[in-house]
């Protein structure tokens, strides 16, 4: 099956700088990627869309200006939370989604864990 | 706006059946997933249904209803590594929107 690659898996930060994610898709070329948070004992919150080549789109209510996302290849797509806060300190997780016979297939990254202290 | 609704715990024996069901109102809809997580991991997929109908996986089954707007999730023969999460999500325009979960706890 298709793998998806998440780096760091963890990571721990002061409050005020800025953390980069990488999202990779290893064995296929990723039409779309995409972002989604989760708090704990909550569910998946998307956060945004990226296309690769064009510019990312958020879900209402997500800072684009705080959550950037780069989507340079069709297999790597990062997420910089920059300034972050301790409130930042979540799960993320990244998806990279294929088309494969006709069949529209999401595969999921193993998440990043952000701690802001 | 998007909602999906499923219930938030489930308790259930091992060698049981239990049933999630999930009732969704979206203004686009392509079709209904169900995945599974485990505390501290990623989602993993367990099936989709795109037409009204069953879907059957192994020990686990899923149904749709496109003119309800409702599915359910099936697990049979019930093991104790079935503990776990369980979200549905609707496909609307290419983006999966997840309904909060139902924590599935099986006890011996």
């Known amino acids: 099956g298709a793998v998806v690659s998440q780096h760091p898996s963890w990571v721990i930060c002061k409050s005020g700088t800025s953390v980069k994610i990488e999202c990779r898709s290893l064995d296929f070329q990723a039409t779309t990627m995409f972002w989604y948070r989760q708090f704990p004992k909550q569910s998946l919150m998307l956060m945004a869309t990226?296309?690769?080549?064009?510019?990312?789109?958020?879900e209402q209510g997500v800072e684009k200006d705080k959550f950037l996302i780069n989507h340079a290849s069709l297999t790597l797509s990062t997420l910089t939370v920059t300034s972050a806060h301790p409130e930042d300190s979540s799960f993320y997780i990244c998806?990279?989604?294929?088309?494969?016979?006709?069949?529209?297939?999401?595969?999921f990254g193993p998440g990043t864990r952000l701690t802001v202290t | 706006g998007q909602s999906l609704e499923q219930p938030s715990e489930v308790t259930a024996v091992e060698g049981a059946i239990v049933q999630i069901n999930c009732t969704y109102q979206t203004s686009g809809f392509y079709g209904l997933s169900w995945y599974q997580q485990h505390d501290g991991g990623a989602p993993t997929f367990l099936s989709y249904n795109a037409l009204d109908g069953l879907e059957e996986t192994g020990r686990f089954s899923s149904f749709l209803s496109r003119s309800d707007s409702y599915g359910y999730l099936l697990l049979q023969e019930l093991q104790m590594k079935d503990s776990a999460s369980y979200f549905c999500?609707?496909?609307?325009?290419?983006?999966?929107?997840f309904g909060q979960g139902t924590t599935l706890q099986v006890k011996p």
């Open positions: 990226s296309n690769e080549g064009s510019k990312a789109t958020y």
């Open positions: 998806s990279a989604t294929r088309r494969l016979a006709g069949v529209w297939e999401q595969y």
């Open positions: 999500a609707v496909l609307n325009t290419g983006k999966l929107i």
